[in-house]
């Protein structure tokens, strides 16, 4: 089965190319010109992909990146004008896997999005059982098939980990990932949070510690799990 790559750029021309280059590759395609018109596609089937424009004209690209990674975990890359490394580097906190500059070449970008879908690819014949399953219209999350009772933070918490194994998340990442506002709140909150998820995991398996502690960097989930 083809991948599915989801373009979101405003501008006609980048569009067209990316989209030509992308199915010449044998990949299929659909484009939106706008972050609010990206919803609905990923609501209603699966992507294996995203193309972000970082300025687009109705939502900021950073925005639009960081609700994407609320409730998926599709791989992301970001086309981008700016080329301060403040910029670059944010990107990828918050949550994308690529980033191409502009102005760029198409057949470039071609080959960092199936770059990106080979690296996120199960290798084949790999085969596991899931500890973690996530059900996001209950909110609810399984480890290893018993639901556990999560408060809304731990609940979000645990959910960023899971979309992101091995990805290690500051503290700053986490609150401005599930926070509302999260100048309100001190980051000794996300310690206390990560403590009662631990607590939760460890009184369903005591041998697995599925929440590593990177010191001065932050977390992560473990992704053998």
């Not at 580097?89 to 690529?98: K, M, N, S």
């Not at 059982?129 to 933070?153: H, P, Q």
Request: charged share 30%; proline share 6%; hydrophobic share 40%.
């Amino acid at each position: 089965m083809k991948a599915r790559i989801l373009i979101i750029e405003d501008e006609p021309a980048i569009s067209d190319n990316i989209q030509f280059v992308l199915e010449s590759e044998g990949l299929d395609t659909v484009r939106v010109a706008t972050g609010l018109a990206a919803g609905p596609i990923l609501d209603e089937g699966p992507v294996d992909l995203i193309v972000l424009d970082i300025g687009l004209p109705d939502v900021n690209g950073f925005e639009l990146l960081k609700e994407i990674r609320r409730t998926h975990a599709t791989p992301i890359i970001l086309l981008t004008a700016r080329t301060a490394e403040i910029d670059r580097v944010l990107g990828l906190e918050i949550g994308a896997d690529d980033y191409v500059p502009k102005p760029f070449s198409p057949r470039e970008l071609a080959a960092r999005v199936k770059a990106v879908l080979r690296r996120c690819k199960p290798a084949p014949g790999a085969k596991r059982e899931d500890a973690f399953v996530v059900n996001t219209s209950r909110r609810t999350i399984s480890f290893f098939g018993t639901a556990l009772e999560l408060s809304k933070y731990e609940y979000d918490i645990l959910r960023q980990f899971i979309a992101r194994r091995g990805h290690v998340f500051s503290r700053e990442q986490l609150m401005d990932l599930v926070w509302d506002q999260p100048e309100t709140s001190l980051d000794r909150t996300i310690d206390a949070h990560i403590k009662n998820i631990r607590a939760k995991l460890r009184a369903m398996r005591p041998d697995l510690e599925p929440i590593l502690t990177h010191r001065g960097s932050g977390y992560s989930l473990r992704d053998d799990l």
